[in-house]
């Protein structure tokens, strides 16, 4: 097994930072504050994605603290709660983030090392216990498939999930693949996902990550391995909370024209990156790479992705099954089915649940 390209592993040391019980707030003092903005600084300057940027909000930022901006940030989390929002403010990307956790170890920066034993348990357990991303797979009314995925975690192990997830659904007639709460993950098993939607020998670039600290661009490619393969139609629903890798797959989807996109604008984040340790209990988290699309040759950041069919998040999954059942009624022939599924449109589009009958 080898890492994931300096996002995933981040990505499962945040999450479980975030389900662990928050660290005890102590007090912070104004040499420890400096020393970390200072050091903040120097980090993003050697490897924040965008250099210009990086020195004009480490510049930004140090000035802030000499006028006392933090001054009244008397606890470390209070501390770190203001560093993120100025950080976020100044350098306009949503990854960046300061955390207080003096028991955080960051990733190491080398690729080639594998991983230990013990990190290989972490990251499965990890998957298991989040399904391996898939929150629900359903049928529903009038034969539509559904497959709810919040994070693309490592492909080692969400891939057979994600590869049995489209087996229990390769007999629906069209898809809805549900973003609205994907926060992100492994852009490998960002393609390894979609890879299912092409014809077998249909290989596709999908995407690129260029990383600044190295120098280096990794490209993404359709699996040529992957089954089943679904060919028929696909809609994804997106939201402002759909973030990072989650915004990167409703992309894919929409600039190899293969799915139709429902719900809102996505959160605007295409740099990923990985946490340093920024002294005192403090890390953040800086973006050094960016994603670059070789279809539009650009990313989502700052934009989000655009939905084909605008409507509130909260909708989204209804206004896509509405449309499916009508596509489907368009070429139905059978007068009795049609029946059935006009039936269905109708408490679909009344946002009425499919009666239950439990008695004969």
């Keep these: 097994m080898r890492r994931a390209l300096f996002v995933l592993p981040a990505l499962v040391l945040t999450l479980a930072a975030q389900e662990a019980a928050a660290p005890a707030a102590p007090p912070v003092t104004a040499d420890q504050r400096k020393a970390v903005v200072e050091t903040l600084a120097r980090e993003l300057k050697a490897r924040y994605v965008f250099p210009e940027v990086a020195e004009q909000t480490g510049a930004a930022l140090k000035a802030r603290a000499a006028q006392g901006a933090y001054d009244g940030a008397a606890t470390a989390q209070a501390f770190a709660e203001a560093l993120s929002r100025d950080l976020r403010e100044v350098g306009r990307d949503g990854h960046f983030r300061v955390r207080f956790d003096p028991a955080f170890k960051p990733a190491s920066d080398d ?151 429902v719900g809102e604008t996505t959160g605007g984040g295409a740099n990923p990156g990985g946490a340093v340790l920024l002294g005192h209990g403090f890390n953040a988290f800086i973006p050094t790479g960016r994603a670059i699309n070789p279809v539009t040759g650009t990313n989502w950041e700052h934009v989000g992705v655009k939905p084909d069919l605008a409507v509130p998040a909260a909708e989204a999954l209804k206004a896509a099954h509405g449309a499916i059942l009508r596509g489907i009624l368009e070429k139905e022939k059978d007068p009795d089915y049609r029946k059935r599924l006009e039936g269905i449109l109708a408490r679909v589009e009344k946002g009425e649940p499919e009666p239950v009958r439990y008695a004969r």
Aim: hydrophobic share 30%; glycine share 10%; with cysteine.
């Design 111 to 261: 690729d080639d090392k594998p991983p230990t034993r013990d990190e290989v348990a972490q990251m499965r357990q990890f998957s298991q216990r989040r399904g391996f991303g898939i929150a629900k797979v359903e049928q529903l009314p009038g034969n539509v498939g559904y497959l709810d995925i919040r994070g693309f975690g490592p492909t080692e192990f969400v891939g057979p999930a994600f590869s049995a997830a489209l087996s229990l659904l390769s007999g629906t007639e069209a898809l809805i693949l549900d973003l609205r709460q994907n926060g992100g993950g492994d852009p490998e098993s960002v393609a390894y996902l979609v890879s299912h939607f092409f014809e077998e020998g249909d290989t596709r670039h999908l995407n690129s990550i260029y990383n600044r600290p190295k120098n280096t661009t990794r490209q993404y490619w359709t699996t040529a391995t992957v089954a089943p393969r679904y060919g028929k139609p696909v809609y994804v629903l997106t939201s402002a909370r759909t973030f990072s890798g989650g915004e990167e797959c409703a992309y894919d989807f929409q600039t190899q024209k293969r799915a139709t996109l």
